[in-house]
């Protein structure tokens, strides 16, 4: 089975400034993982996702993630944020084999402030 | 290319009572699956279906029920409400089921509040 571990629940940030919102699984088998943001009263949208091929994958608006295997990381970064920004983020993994659904994480609540 | 419509939005409902929650998937898509999610539990897998049969399913007591139809398009049904299943139900379409590089879309979602 897999889990994965969102280390923080909410980050306030300013505007323009960088942020990493960090993100941890634990597999016994190989997964692929996904960054998924939600705003107020939405649903969720997929922001990037790593399949396989470069660790590091980057999304339109500016946000990037980097897959780290030895460390069992993903982390999603953005070196300078706007106040349209602010939404709730999840992580999330699949197997690539087997179990077949998504496993989220809890969410990080990124707040941008002017 | 419309996407995954979920409906109603919003819906009250008494303890006891029973609910029953529609998805549309986006044209094409296959597979449904459907999640809940609540602020202390954060976002948790129901069950999924494809081609009307359920493929995978959570750890939910019977209760919660789904099935799809031939149009692919699902519902879920919960009965007995309780206070506990208020939560925001999602909905998700894909192309085909358990194809990991294919993206999950997923809808607004059903705003449940059980009194």
């Known amino acids: 089975a897999q889990s994965v571990t969102q280390l923080d629940s909410q980050v306030p940030v300013f505007e323009e400034a960088p942020v990493e919102l960090r993100c941890n699984y634990s597999?016994?088998?190989?997964?692929?993982l996904f960054w998924y943001v939600q705003y107020p009263n939405q649903g969720l949208q997929l922001l990037l996702k790593?399949?396989?091929?470069?660790?590091l994958v980057e999304s339109i608006n500016g946000f990037e993630a980097e897959f780290n295997k030895s460390q069992t990381s993903f982390h999603l970064r953005k070196p300078s944020v706007h106040i349209s920004d602010t939404a709730e983020y999840f992580c999330?993994?699949?197997?690539?084999?087997?179990?077949?659904?998504?496993?989220f994480g809890k969410g990080t609540k990124l707040t941008v402030n002017p | 290319k419309a996407g995954v419509t979920q409906t109603p939005r919003y819906l009250i409902k008494t303890r006891g009572q029973q609910v029953t929650l529609s998805c549309s998937p986006i044209?094409?898509?296959?597979?449904v699956s459907w999640y809940q999610q609540t602020p202390g539990q954060g976002l948790q897998f129901l069950f999924e279906?494809?081609?009307?049969?359920?493929?995978n399913k959570g750890n939910f007591p019977g209760r919660f029920s789904g099935r799809q139809f031939s149009n692919s398009r699902s519902e879920m049904n919960v009965s007995t409400l309780e206070l506990g299943d208020s939560a925001l139900y999602l909905c998700?379409?894909?192309?085909?089921?358990?194809?990991?590089?294919?993206?999950?879309?997923f809808g607004q979602g059903t705003r449940l509040t059980v009194v």
């Open positions: 998700a379409s894909s192309l085909v089921a358990g194809r990991q590089n294919t993206e999950a879309f």
């Open positions: 597999s016994s088998v190989s997964v692929y």
């Open positions: 790593y399949l396989s091929g470069s660790t």
């Open positions: 999330a993994v699949i197997s690539q084999g087997g179990s077949e659904k998504l496993v």
């Open positions: 044209s094409g898509h296959r597979s």
């Open positions: 279906y494809f081609s009307e049969t359920q493929r």
